[in-house]
């Protein structure tokens, strides 16, 4: 097991001095970005919402630490990806499901109503094609200054290995993103700068997620209602995907 997913008891601190600190420990995981994002004077972020796990999370975290700094002029835009192909779960119902809980738990933030982009998963060879049209409006019409994602670490093979993912299956090998392997995911998903700026959860792992999950008490909350299977037809969860499986050895369930 990574050392990344062990509690630490420097997690969370919030320092008083000339400002608070919100700067997130977790095992030898730092996760700078929100201090960061809290010194500037951006009032419109979008952010990517898949109903899974990781942007679920991102999402909290956002509304929290707005919350708490009485940054109540910010204006939240959430992104989401309409698979056509999926007759197996309405993944947009549970999104603006998971937007009202957090909205219900923080009323002051302003979430704006989602903006939906298509695609096919039967067709279309990288999901990521559909944000490029989503994410036009925020920029030009609704005049968000910064899209943000939840995309975060692949285990390293000897991590996997030991959590019992079977890196030799071809679920390994063919499903996940390669671009988020540990060595890759600085360049791999978007320039070196941009990584940095858009991508809060860039040096996590699964545990360090789920680590977060337990520190604020959403295992009860926000967890059950995400998603992480692909299975656009069949039975759901498959438990046989990547995200099934990944999501089994390192939460429990599918």
């Known amino acids: ?35 960061e994002f809290f010194k500037s004077d951006i009032n419109k972020i979008g952010i990517h919402l898949s109903a899974g796990i990781d942007s679920s999370l991102l999402l909290w975290l956002l509304c929290k630490f707005a919350t708490d700094l009485n940054r109540f002029d910010l204006e939240i835009y959430p992104a989401h990806a309409r698979d056509i192909a999926n007759r197996a779960r309405n993944f947009t119902a549970v999104t603006n499901d998971i937007i009202k809980i957090i909205s219900d738990q923080f009323p002051n933030i302003k979430i704006q109503p989602i903006t939906v982009g298509i695609f096919n998963s039967h067709k279309d060879a990288r999901r990521v094609v559909w944000s490029k049209k ?37 679920t390994w090998i063919n499903e996940r993103d390669h671009k988020r392997d540990p060595h890759r995911i600085l ?3 978007d320039t070196y700068e941009n990584v940095e700026k858009l991508y809060p959860f860039y040096n996590c792992n699964k545990f360090v997620i789920k680590e977060l999950y337990e520190r604020y008490n959403l ?13 656009t037809v069949g039975k759901f969860p498959c438990e046989k995907c990547h995200w099934c499986i990944e999501k089994k050895a390192v939460f429990g369930v599918y």
């Open 134 to 170: 989503p994410d036009e409006k925020l920029r030009n019409e609704l005049g968000v200054d910064l899209i943000i994602d939840a995309t975060n670490l692949n285990f390293t093979e000897e991590e996997a290995t030991q959590i019992g993912i079977d890196i030799t299956s071809s």
């Open 1 to 35: 097991r990574s050392t990344q997913g062990v509690s630490s008891a420097a997690s969370d601190v919030y320092k008083r001095q000339d400002k608070m600190s919100l700067i997130i420990n977790v095992g030898k995981t730092e996760i700078k970005w929100f201090d």
């Open 187 to 189: 360049t791999g998903i």
């Open 219 to 231: 295992m009860d909350t926000i967890f059950p209602l995400t998603c992480s299977c692909i299975e």
